[in-house]
């Protein structure tokens, strides 16, 4: 089916959404009135570094089925289409008031709720034998980060 995407494709974006994301922090710690709060924003891009890593690795340790591209890209164009997908889906650019450290929590939040619904419903897109199962591992990711940032919000 054309419309599949592969485990590889979706590690690649899971990437590029975590970039995203450490970028968003850095520029956040740049910006935050307190300065207090800027170890704490660097910590999460710190966060996003090491999880982009993860990604990494586990890319590293595909099969060679679960590698396979699922479309005639003759044009090499497919790694620009899956940053865009993922540039416009998770940690794009918004109007987030980077001066409050509790407004960067909440924007963190909904980009992180927004990867997981981007990862569920791109999960139905990768056949079983591309490595569906192994998007639950890139969901439990992201649901990790929520939890760290909610309680990062409530004791504030």
């Given at each position: 089916m054309a419309n599949d995407f592969n485990i590889n494709e979706i590690l690649e974006m899971a990437e590029q959404?975590?970039?995203?994301?450490?970028?968003?922090?850095?520029?956040?710690?740049?910006?935050?009135?307190?300065?207090?709060?800027?170890?704490?924003?660097?910590?999460?891009?710190?966060?996003?570094?090491?999880?982009?890593?993860?990604?990494?690795?586990?890319?590293?340790?595909?099969?060679?089925?679960?590698?396979?591209?699922?479309?005639?890209d003759p044009e090499d164009e497919m790694p620009l289409y899956?940053?865009?997908?993922?540039?416009?889906?998770?940690?794009?650019?918004?109007?987030?008031?980077?001066?409050?450290?509790k407004e960067i929590l909440k924007e963190a939040i909904t980009a992180e709720k927004d990867s997981i619904v981007f990862y569920l419903g791109m999960k139905e897109l990768v056949p079983k034998r591309l490595g569906q199962g192994k998007m639950d591992i890139i969901i439990k990711?992201?649901?990790?980060?929520?939890?760290l940032l909610a309680g990062k919000l409530t004791a504030l």
């Open positions: 959404i975590e970039r995203n994301g450490a970028k968003f922090y850095r520029g956040a710690a740049k910006n935050v009135k307190d300065k207090s709060h800027n170890g704490l924003l660097l910590e999460l891009a710190e966060m996003e570094d090491q999880h982009e890593k993860t990604f990494a690795a586990l890319r590293a340790e595909l099969t060679e089925d679960e590698r396979k591209s699922t479309v005639y899956l940053q865009a997908l993922a540039d416009t889906r998770v940690f794009y650019e918004k109007t987030v008031d980077t001066t409050s450290i990711e992201e649901m990790s980060h929520i939890r």
